[in-house]
């Protein structure tokens, strides 16, 4: 019997399940507020764009960006959703993401908030790493509806 195709398919299976962990990794350090584990997470010459359209390149410079951020904002937390894990070769894989944000002392998502996440991840001397990570706003400008079923969407994450 041929094992062969198995043990590709449970490869397959266990790298989606790491880069999914690394996009809830991302999330979780962001709601600790810890910004050398988030940027830990990079790639050393990773990149994020960040909400407001900053574009930070490397990891120094990611836990530079992120440490005031949580020194002196009460930032919200984030929920996220995966919508889909897609390698383009055995060791790099884009994932796509849908997010919201609950503000400090609040119990609900700001839905002026929610989000559209992307992330590259690479495979680094066998870890999955973030190549980039863009944080774009869903605005969804003149389609309400699309914002609404967004958030109730997301709401089911709380």
Known sequence: ????????????????????GLYQGLLEQWNRRDAAKMAGLFAPDGHLVGYDGSVVNGRAAIAGHLAPIFADHPT????????????????????????????????????????????VAARHDGQWRVELYQNTPAAFHGRPEESAALTAELRQLL
Do not use: I
């Open 76 to 119: 919200p937390a984030y929920v996220g959703k995966v919508r889909e894990v897609r390698f383009l070769t055995p060791d790099v894989a884009v994932l796509r993401a849908v997010a919201g944000l609950v503000p400090p002392g609040a119990r609900d998502l700001n839905p002026n908030l929610n989000a559209v996440q992307s992330l």
């Open 1 to 20: 019997m041929d094992t062969q195709p198995m043990r590709a398919e449970e490869s397959r299976t266990d790298d989606e399940a790491a880069v999914r």
